[in-house]
């Protein structure tokens, strides 16, 4: 639920999200440093040169990982042996719940940067891709850490984020619905 939930609000592509450490968050859990990703369960450098950034979080979303974020080790979304999830299991589960793919939780996040007015800039800038212009390049937006945050907070997640408990909570969960 987590691991969806920040795919949701982040855009992340899911190898980035199951390459990320406890020590990828900032210590209040307002940014995500993204530096590796997993492919085939191998950890391995980002997509693009572009992949590699910090992605802000709001609050909403921000407290409810200090949480869990404070009861994990190593590779935030792990097995019990503390390897990486496999893409292929997590989605299987995500089509208990819905047949779509990866991209849609980057679809979603971009077309609600969208539709709230997001700088472009910035926008392709969480979300890890390419300037387009030649104004991208001479932008500094991404460098005002005070902007991007108030961007962040303005934006919000764009959906209701349920508190979903500790993450011993939801490994409880998920061993029911085993």
């Keep these: 639920m987590v691991l969806f939930a920040l795919l949701a609000a982040t855009g992340l592509r899911i190898g980035e999200a199951l390459g990320l450490k406890v020590s990828d968050f900032g ?7 993204i530096s590796r990703s997993i492919w085939r369960g191998k950890e391995q450098e980002p997509k693009t040169a572009n992949a590699v950034r910090v992605i802000d979080i709001p609050d909403v979303l921000a407290s409810e990982l200090r949480g869990y974020v404070s009861e994990a080790r190593g590779y935030m979304f792990a097995t019990a042996q503390g390897r990486p999830l496999q893409q292929r299991n997590v989605l299987r589960v995500l089509h208990q719940v819905r047949s779509l793919g990866f991209h849609a939780f980057q679809r979603f996040r ?11 800039d910035l926008e392709r800038y969480w979300l890890g891709h390419a300037a387009e212009e030649v104004g991208d390049l001479y932008s500094k937006l991404k460098d005002d850490v005070s902007f991007r945050h108030e961007w962040a907070e303005r934006v919000g997640l764009g959906f209701q984020l349920v508190h979903i408990g500790s993450q011993s909570e939801v490994s409880t969960a998920i061993k029911k619905e085993a």
């Design 27 to 33: 210590p209040d859990c307002h940014v995500l440093h």
């Design 110 to 120: 971009l077309t609600w940067l969208r539709r709230n007015g997001t700088p472009r």
